[in-house]
């Protein structure tokens, strides 16, 4: 219990580069909107014809959910951006950021984009194991910033079982 008190104290504590939060939480939600452009049409259309498993949320969920995984990456990012370590882990932590918000994107393009189950599941595959780092890297220099991450990784473990079942039952 004291450690969490402590860890709370230290968090509240810490001085806050307002330009770097900022743009921190704007990235991705700017990798989210660029993947929307691809989802839009095809939620209306191609995805209502899929035969989707029966734990399938409603597509209103999405949305909201997305959003607030993205909030909690551009935190997570921004705490390891100013992290006082200065080392190579913390460079391949943030280069790895943004490499990941790309496959993320690429997710939404070859999923309604291209109406590829098959390439989505195998970008998924590839973004899980990119979080999974993310989360560990990320730990390791900022236990928030690890923190964080963990619902995201949860959130795709769940979206890989949905794509896999959506791509299988198709």
């Known amino acids: 219990m004291s450690n969490i008190i402590i860890l709370s104290l230290e968090f509240s504590m810490r001085k806050i580069h307002f330009k770097k939060l900022m743009a921190a939480l704007v990235l991705p939600q700017l990798a989210g909107s660029l993947g929307a452009i691809f989802t839009r049409e095809s939620v209306e259309t191609w995805y209502q014809q899929l035969i989707k498993p029966s734990l399938n949320p409603p597509s209103w969920v999405f949305a909201p959910v997305w959003t607030t995984l993205f909030l909690l990456m551009g935190f997570a990012f921004y705490l390891v951006w100013v992290s ?69 990784l949860l959130w795709v473990s769940f979206a890989a079982f949905l794509n896999y079942e959506i791509w299988r039952m198709n």
């Open 84 to 152: 006082p370590q200065d080392n190579a882990r913390r460079k391949t932590g943030l280069s790895l950021f943004c490499l990941h918000l790309g496959v993320n994107t690429l997710w939404s393009f070859l999923f309604f984009g291209l109406q590829s189950p098959f390439w989505a599941f195998m970008d998924i595959i590839v973004l899980w194991i990119m979080i999974t780092l993310l989360v560990r890297i990320f730990w390791s220099l900022d236990l928030w910033a690890g923190v964080m991450l963990v619902p995201y």
